[in-house]
Structure formats: C-alpha cells, structure tokens
T-cell receptor, first 119, second 111 residues
Framework: GAVVSQHPSWVICKSGTSVKIECRSL??????MFWYRQFPKQSLMLMAT?????????EQGVEKDKFLINHASLTLSTLTVTSAHPEDSSFYIC???????????????FGPGTRLTVL | GEDVEQSLFLSVREGDSSVINCTYT??????LYWYKQEPGAGLQLLTY?????DMKQDQRLTVLLNKKDKHLSLRIADTQTGDSAIYFC???????????FGTGTRLKVLA
C-alpha cells in the first residue's frame, strides 16, 4: 500500500497563530487526499477531500476559511489551521486514496497523524 | 444518512480469540475495511472484504460479513498484548473514496 508521512508529528502554538501541517505520499502519486480530525476517544471525522490541482471539497460544518487546504502536487497536500484557538486542538490525520492490488481499488492509506495543541 | 456502529470496549485474555462487531446501514456499501489504531498513531489497514464475499481469512484475522443483516465482524485468533489498540470498521460505496467510519472498539488484552 501507499506510504504516507505527516509533518510535524506534533505542534504546540499560541492562540491566534496559524499552523501548517503537511501530508506527503512517499511512493504513490495521489490525486485525492483526505483530511480528518479526531478528538480523544472518538472516531475520525472527515473534514475535507483534497483534489490535486483543484479546490478542496469541505464537509458540512467545516469552515473552509479556517482550515485551508492546498493540494499543489501529486505528492503533497497541506492543511493550514488559521488563527488557531484552543478548541482547534485535536489529532489531525491525512490519508491518500490509492488503488492497490492488495486492498482493492480506492483504498485509503493513512498518515501517522499530527497532534495540535493550541494554548 | 449512513451510520456505522461498534461496541466501545472489549477485554480478552492473552491467547483467547477476540471478536469485534460492526453494523452499518448503507446497503450500497461495496467495500468494508478494518483498521487498527495504536495510541498516538495513524490508522493501519488490517484487512478488507468485498460486499459479495461472506468470509475472508488472513493469518490470525477472519472477517465475516452478513450482508442481509449489515453486520461485519473481525475475529483475531490467539490474541496478543500487541493487539491492544482501537479497531475501526469503515464502509465505502462504489465509485468513491469516501469512507464512513465506525465509532471504534477499544480492545484490551490482559496478560
């Protein structure tokens, strides 16, 4: 399956600052990437679908001006949390939509996640 | 809308079998997945099953699918302490990458 990395793995920032999280597909050209957030002891909540070369598709209730997504290349998508506040503190996970002989078509492979703490 | 439910907790003794259950509502689901999440980490794909299959076995893992009841299960044979983690089932319809995740089951393996 696809190998996905995220950077940074954790970040602590002050309220009001912006934080950029990178998601890289290391061995696969990904036209589609996904961004999720996960609160403690909860499931993953899809935030948006990132398509290379076009605007991201945001899920209902997710502020697109708050969570800026850029998918400028087939191997990199970024999520920028603008003017972060303590309620934005969460675990952010990206995934790559990839076709794989092992897992069938259109399977998602996940990055290791980024833990954001906003003070 | 689509919904995927799992029991929250499961505790088993090392060496026993674990069975994690999942129910879903979307009858158009074509692929169903099991992922494992260890503390502070991303999701690791464990196995998957197509909706036209009833069962799939992969080493210690056995997936059973009852499409009529929309029920999916994951059986882990000879459960080890390293299997302690949160297990998510996810379903996906045809022609889309979009997943609907279950609530996750926290498996605790007692030595």
């Amino acid at each position: 399956g696809a190998v996905v990395s995220q950077h940074p793995s954790w970040v602590i920032c002050k309220s009001g600052t912006s934080v950029k999280i990178e998601c890289r597909s290391l061995d696969f050209q990904a036209t589609t990437m996904f961004w999720y957030r996960q609160f403690p002891k909860q499931s993953l909540m899809l935030m948006a679908t990132s398509n290379e070369g076009s605007k991201a598709t945001y899920e209902q209730g997710v502020e697109k001006d708050k969570f800026l997504i850029n998918h400028a290349s087939l191997t990199l998508s970024t999520l920028t949390v603008t003017s972060a506040h303590p309620e934005d503190s969460s675990f952010y996970i990206c995934s790559v939509g990839a076709a794989s002989g092992r897992a069938g078509t259109d399977t998602q492979y996940f990055g290791p996640g980024t833990r954001l703490t906003v003070l | 809308g689509e919904d995927v439910e799992q029991s929250l907790f499961l505790s088993v003794r090392e060496g026993d079998s674990s069975v994690i259950n999942c129910t879903y509502t979307d009858s158009s689901s074509t692929y169903l997945y099991w992922y494992k999440q260890e503390p502070g980490a991303g999701l690791q794909l464990l196995t998957y099953i197509f909706s036209n299959m009833d069962m799939k076995q992969d080493q210690r893992l056995t997936v059973l699918l009852n499409k009529k009841d929309k029920h999916l299960s994951l059986r882990i044979a000879d459960t080890q302490t390293g299997d302690s983690a949160i297990y998510f089932c996810a379903e996906r319809g045809s022609g889309t990458y979009k997943y609907i995740f279950g609530t996750g089951t926290r498996l605790k393996v007692l030595a």
